[in-house]
Nanobody
Framework: QVELVESGGGLAQSGGSLRLSCAAS????????MGWYRQAPGKQRELVAT???????NYADSVKGRFTISRDSAKNTVYLQMNSLKPEDTAVYYC??????????????????WGQGTLVTVSS
């Protein structure tokens, strides 16, 4: 079983900064992509940023230049540094990870795991 634990959400003023963290624990062979998604009230969940195991990053256009995703593979942790926050960034932010688990010799299963979500509120 793989678990993601998020921290770092809260209240910020417009133009301010917050940093989210997400640590993966459990038994797995490796973790491929890790990332962040968000869901605002009344809207669908959307991609914010992802990072591959090799360090390639992908950002939503709405956060490019303001948010930075990073990973500490040794700690199985992904971070999201959010700068120049805007009220429209208000949402529940979810961490995601794609671990590879093995339940039998030479048999691997690719999973998608989600964190519990952390609320980010940006006031104007």
């Amino acid at each position: 079983q793989v678990e993601l634990v998020e921290s770092g959400g809260g209240l910020a003023q417009s133009g301010g900064s917050l940093r989210l963290s997400c640590a993966a624990s459990g038994t797995f062979f490796k973790i491929n992509d890790m990332g962040w998604y968000r869901q605002a009230p009344g809207k669908q969940r959307e991609l914010v940023a992802t990072e591959t195991a090799g360090g390639e990053t992908n950002y939503a256009d709405s956060v490019k230049g303001r948010f930075t995703i990073s990973r500490d593979s040794a700690k199985n942790t992904v971070y999201l540094q959010m700068n120049s926050l805007k009220p429209e960034d208000t949402a529940v932010y979810y961490c995601s990870a794609d671990p590879v688990v093995s339940d039998a010799p030479m048999r691997f299963t690719h999973l998608r795991v989600w964190g519990q979500g952390t609320l980010v509120t940006v006031s104007s």
